[in-house]
């Protein structure tokens, strides 16, 4: 039976989400900047996306993964003046400031977005590094999803990492399924990898779990500073992060 468990994030922990992201969520912009044919953000312009995408993650009870369909409303109204706040608000009641984006021109958009934004990610500095140190060392590693499990099994596939995971669990990250997974593993020391503190870090230890931060690039704006100082280690990259679980005591 294994005496250490991993319960790895996968966006942004294991692959560079964020990038493809990124690029998808310019080039959204610039489609409805087209359309309204507003252009006056020469400078900052991933930052003015992010800033209306959390603040509709902030408001919406699915977190990030709410309706896409939301953001190229909410970048509407951003680009003619309304503010993050305001724009999620009018997005998450269903209200439109302008008739100039239809619902079917909208949802064409999104499509569009949504092709960009499901691309194959790159893997992480150190990840095959260390998924190969766990292997050797015996730690089983399952991988925690809240996105779709077969895109993150495809993702596995493409990259040739069947052999890295036990199994990939599709989780909402929530202080009660992490105790949950605690008790499934109730004989082995368990310690989670992820690159957010509300999502990954904070959760696991309110559980009993051990927590790894991986920092991103990513960091929305709730995040206050000494949140990414609660971790139980912060390792500089995946392979950092199971280096440091190999030298814990393993349960008895």
């Known amino acids: 039976m294994m ?22 969520q310019e080039a959204l912009l610039s489609r409805v900047e087209a359309i309204l044919d507003i252009r ?11 800033r209306y995408d959390q603040a509709l993650a902030a ?19 951003g680009l003619r003046g309304g503010s993050p706040d305001v724009a999620a608000r009018a997005a ?30 790159g893997l992480l500095p150190g990840v095959e590094e260390g998924l190969k140190l766990a292997q050797r060392r015996g730690l089983g590693v399952y991988m925690l999803t809240e996105g779709r499990i ?6 596995i596939e493409i990259h040739g990492l069947g052999w890295a995971f036990e199994s990939v669990l599709e989780v909402t990250k929530t202080v009660t399924q992490f105790r ?18 509300d999502r990954d870090i904070e959760p696991a230890l309110s559980a009993g779990c051990s927590a790894v931060l991986i920092p991103s690039r990513f960091r929305p ?11 139980t280690y912060v390792a500089s990259d995946f392979s950092d992060a199971i280096a440091w679980i190999t030298k814990m005591p393993a349960a008895i």
């Open 180 to 197: 949950r997974l605690r008790e499934r593993f109730a004989s082995a020391s368990v310690t989670v990898i992820g690159d957010q503190p």
């Open 92 to 121: 998450l009641t269903g209200h439109r400031n302008s008739d100039a984006i239809s619902i079917p021109l909208a949802e064409q958009i999104v499509a569009d977005y949504v092709g960009a934004r499901d691309k194959t990610p």
């Open 3 to 24: 005496q250490q468990v991993v319960l790895c994030d996968a966006d942004n922990t294991l692959w560079d989400t964020d990038s493809v992201y990124a690029k998808a």
């Open 150 to 155: 077969e895109k993150q099994r495809k993702i």
């Open 59 to 77: 408001k919406h009870h699915l977190h990030f993964r709410y309706p896409p369909i939301m953001l190229v409303f909410g970048l509407a109204d």
């Open 221 to 231: 704006a709730w995040h206050i500073s000494d949140s990414w100082e609660s971790a």
């Open 40 to 50: 006056n953000l020469a400078h900052g312009r991933l930052d003015f996306v992010r």
